[in-house]
């Protein structure tokens, strides 16, 4: 029902497990925080506001300054000597204009989105603990579900040898009945539960990638038909 839900149609016949490639994800812990810190599409997005916000407070400021205006004029003249002679006038000047608001209101504006770049910045903060603390929990509960998943398979094996024993005692008349299904019981639960860690371990995989930002890419890469299909819907090619 969920999977309908999710993709309109029923799965097929062929389903088959997904394999994830750990060989892309960093084994270093650190180097997998630094990782999905910069490739977090919402880290890029609150780093360049903060940038912007620094572009509106200096841009804001720049009506403190004067508007520069100059004239320059140059006359030379050569008049006959009766009437004075040669001339020469050269003429320059600089006006500096500034335009304040008496009402404080430019410096309400550059306050305002100093105030805005502030809390630009400290959303970026906090957004950074939440992607440490997102890849450092997946790394954590990636390596919880890889030990349960190796204990699920030793007491499968312990199981199963534990039944083929008691089953050839039970054909040298040794155990009884009632024994042997219970070690068959055993085996079954075993086999449920090292089939559950091994899924267990697989979402953890995919945890790890959805926190370092590789999760789309991914799925993406190993279904390539679904991704034809997705681009078809959008350019409209398809009902």
Known sequence: AQYYEVFGDMPSNSVV???VLMASIPEDLESAVNRAKKNNPAMMSALLQARAYD???NAERLGYLPNLDGELSYLKSDKEDDIGGEIVDAKALLKLSWDFETGGGQSARIKKKKFEQIE??????????QIERDVRLSYAEHKNAHSQFKLSKKRHALAHDLFKTYENQFEAASVPLLQLMQADNQLFTSHLEKINADYRVLIAQYSVLASLGMLRDEVFAQVPMAVEESADLI???AP
Do not use: C, N, S
């Open 17 to 19: 497990k997904p394999d």
């Open 55 to 57: 572009y509106d407070v």
């Open 120 to 129: 630009t910045i400290a959303r970026l903060r906090d957004l950074e603990r």
């Open 235 to 237: 350019e409209g090619d």
